[in-house]
């Protein structure tokens, strides 16, 4: 016989454990068994104050939604007959209180409005840690940065020596990319943080809620203006799963350069021993491990996009049980990545960087032939892709020394360079690394002076996106704190 308080009385027989396993959405519910406890508190005060129920029933409930809210949800509340949280909760509180207060609770709404409420409080709260984090992230990297802006390194394109930078260019590059997985996250949860409360089932409800209180009591912005795109609509998970991806993805390019630069050949970089694993048989090894599942970490919240979107995919309106089989990939998506986040953090903040191995680099492999070839084009007036022919041709015969150069000259130009007043001191100064990183000031380049600039901006950014979330979260706790006030109130606690 089954024990749930929505289930008995419109439906006979046993259900196998396959069924129920199959549609209990309890294991996944556990991310959102608090949340629960919230939504119902908002619901009976509303319920309250709208004359909907009458205090003292609302006063026996309350009394009990305390007790979840401070002791827990009971772990009876899980049994796994019950098909999910809520129906568990309700059916504690009815058992606690009695048909006749407990079956009021659910008066005016639908476990599809409830889900979806309690979905959007849990992944607002966990973007709410992943935006805090990802501040942590982008001080780290202004702050390293800060102390490298003259430590030279070679840029790569196609993991080929192009040109000189600097580590401070290349770290505020991450933080560019990772203030904008900021931005996204902070403009999707204006999107996730609205409330389907009072949608019910899908066609809202006759009793006269009043929907924009319980929103307010739990902190959400605003409500959902249509009743069936509340409670049918998931895109507030895709999008934030969509966000986690591109986020990920920017953590896993970094992750495979620390890779790499920790590697013997590059030796660019020296992980602290705590990010780093050992091997069985080995002993010499020190692998960089967390590098290597934050790498790998892209691809299973990219999977669980997938999930969530192809599930939604094709669904007819309203509310489809589908939606259940949504969550899980929700959880698993954007539940770790705060901590990979701080992880990232914590590894960039305790590296140390290998100057030398870098600066010995910085010059190789003809990284500074561009600027060459833009001398003979600013000082010489040779067009560029005859200077591109020439110093192309040099490093092709293996030297950049002034007799070959006007070898190429000739061949391409008509005329040597030394003819138009080359010598080999202006080739070797232009060939400096120093001087390829100081010419390029524009602002967004590599020149120290333009990295100073970059980072008195990325600062002031950095402390605006930080004021921002302390708004949000001010604003949240706030409405809650009105809500426990006012639950207190109607529970005479
Ligand atoms: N556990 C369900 C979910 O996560 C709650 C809504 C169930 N609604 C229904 N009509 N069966 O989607």
Known sequence: MTRDVVRKARLSGERTEDIESLLSSMEADRNIASSDV????AHLVMLTRQQIVHEDHAKTLMKE?????????????????????????????????????GGRLHIGRSRNDE????????????????????????????????????????????????????????????????????????????????????????????????????????????????SMDAVASRDFAEETLACDTMLLTNISR???????????????VNLDDRYCSTSSIMPQKKNPDVAEILRSRAGTVLGSFVSAITIVKGLPMAYNRD??????????????????????????????????????????????????????????????RTAHHI??????????DLVTLDRGAEEFYGKTLSSLGVTQESIDSAL???????????????????V???????RKELEKDIELICDKKTQISASLHELLTQARRIAQL
Not at 439 to 450: C, D, T, Y
């Open 115 to 226: 889900v979806a409420t309690c979905l959007r409080i849990r992944t607002r709260d966990i973007i709410l840690d992943q935006l805090e984090a990802l501040t942590r992230l982008r001080s780290v990297l202004l702050s390293v940065a800060e102390d490298h802006i003259t430590t030279v390194m070679p840029g790569f394109t196609h993991l080929q020596h192009a040109q000189p930078v600097t580590l401070a260019h290349h770290l505020l590059a991450y933080e560019q990319m990772f203030s904008r997985d900021f931005d996204r996250l902070f403009d999707a949860l204006r999107r996730v943080n609205c409330s389907p409360l009072g949608s019910a089932a899908l066609a809202s409800t006759g009793y006269p809620l009043d929907r924009p209180l319980t929103a307010d009591l739990l902190g959400f912005d605003r409500i959902l203006e249509n």
């Open 391 to 400: 110093v192309g041709n040099a490093v092709k015969d293996g030297s950049l």
């Open 65 to 101: 939604l305390f007790y979840m809210y401070e002791s827990g949800v009971p772990a009876e509340a899980f049994d796994p007959l019950y098909e999910d949280i809520h129906a568990g909760i309700e059916t504690v509180l009815t058992r606690k209180t009695g048909g006749d207060v």
């Open 323 to 384: 939606l259940q089989d949504l969550n899980p990939h929700l959880w698993r998506g954007i539940t770790g990545v705060r901590r990979d986040i701080d992880l990232l953090a914590g590894m960039i903040e305790s590296a140390e960087f290998n100057l030398e191995r870098m600066a010995e680099e910085a010059g190789r492999g003809g990284t500074t032939t561009t600027e060459l070839a833009d001398t003979l084009v600013r000082e010489f007036n040779i067009p560029f």
């Open 452 to 458: 100073q600039d970059a980072l008195v901006e990325r």
């Open 254 to 268: 970094f992750c495979e350069e620390l890779i790499i630069w920790s590697s013997a050949f590059v030796q660019f």
């Open 432 to 450: 400096s690394v120093s001087t390829s990183l100081s010419v390029r000031k524009l602002p967004g380049g590599p020149a120290p002076e333009a």
């Open 38 to 41: 919230l939504v119902d508190m």
